[in-house]
């Protein structure tokens, strides 16, 4: 196992392979995934995503701040996130995110309006997204393997207090 000290693995990576299945937890306590398209900074400590801001995914964010995202590689290698969420309602901000996407080629870059009706476009927000660590694994042969992990020193194991 390889300690990291360079997140930007995780945008390196999103290039590649620009879906993630993103796990919440609803207010019940119960997992939730669903298939997300982040795009990430260069250093890759933060991201953001658009969604509908009355959607399950935007609740569950509002009420538990904590999210895993995972990518899968071609090549047997899983990035697991785990992030820090936040939803960020702002016109101004949510502009910024589309533009962000939009100004990037295809399949990392994508036109979010092509997306959503012009009543779901209204109601879209952004998710922005810290990274608390994350883990890069292969596994062959039957086995998984970590062959590299970063997590900052301030971060603490458990994120989320139970209810």
């Known amino acids: 196992m390889i300690g990291s000290p360079d997140p930007a693995v995780v945008e390196q990576i999103s290039r590649r392979s620009p879906l993630a299945a993103m796990t919440t937890v609803n207010r019940l306590g119960n ?7 982040p795009i990430w900074d260069p ?8 969604t509908d801001g009355t959607s399950l995914k935007a609740v569950d964010v ?3 701040p904590v999210a895993t995202l ?3 590689q071609r090549d047997d290698k899983h990035l697991l996130t785990t992030v820090r969420a936040s939803v960020i309602g702002a016109r101004d901000f949510v502009a910024a995110t589309v533009n962000r996407f939009e100004a990037e080629s295809v399949p990392y870059g994508y036109r979010p309006r092509d997306f959503w009706s012009d009543e779901q476009f209204a109601r879209i927000v952004a998710v922005r997204l810290d990274l608390i660590g994350f ?12 062959i590299r992990w970063w997590k900052p020193k301030s971060s603490s194991a458990s994120v989320i207090s139970p209810d």
């Open 62 to 64: 509002q009420e538990r």
């Open 43 to 50: 250093d890759g400590r933060a991201g953001v995503m658009l």
């Open 70 to 72: 995972v990518y899968q």
């Open 135 to 146: 883990e890069l694994t292969t596994f062959t042969n039957n086995k998984q393997e970590v």
């Open 31 to 37: 997992p939730s995934v669903r298939l997300v398209h």
